[in-house]
């Protein structure tokens, strides 16, 4: 069965994303939410200004972030009509994580890079699955299944 997972590692940051290390974790985390293969999803680790235009282009927020996450799935206010391709491939979308910003953040949390990819990795995933943050229900939900996939789930070694 084909678990496609895609990752695209700017040239700055090759030798710093360990990429099978980040293919477990995404693996980790589908496998955790019950998403059997076939699936394709895409991780790009880029700098803080392509994320931060990405933000402005296709959220209309001109700031520097973390995560963003493209999905390919309907999500719940979307049109049920969306027709998945006839391959039986499960497309979840893209997500891309601005490596400077996990650095920076790790260190205001003190904590190990790995770990702060960890979670973007894991947030971006989820949100390609259909959990959300801008209610307050909806935001503790997903940050207790942040923490469930990284304490329980989700290795670092």
Do not use: C
């Amino acid at each position: 069965m084909l678990e496609e997972i895609g990752l695209s590692v700017e040239e700055k940051f090759r030798g710093l994303v360990d990429e099978d290390w980040v293919r477990k974790v995404a693996q980790q985390v589908l496998r955790a939410e019950g998403v059997a293969p076939p699936y394709e999803v895409s991780l790009v680790f880029t700098d803080s200004e392509t994320v931060q235009r990405l933000n402005r282009d296709y959220r209309s927020v001109d700031e520097p972030t973390d995560v963003l996450a493209f999905y390919m799935l309907p999500q719940k206010e979307a049109d049920s009509s969306f027709a998945l391709p006839p391959d039986g491939v499960l497309r979840l979308g893209e997500v891309i994580i601005s490596y400077p910003q996990a650095v920076e953040q790790a260190k205001e949390q003190g904590h190990s890079i790995d770990k702060e990819l960890a979670l973007l990795i894991i947030h971006g995933i989820l949100h390609l699955l259909g959990y959300d943050h801008e209610q307050p229900e909806e935001e503790k939900r997903m940050r207790a299944r942040e923490r469930e996939l990284l304490e329980e789930r989700v290795s670092f070694d």
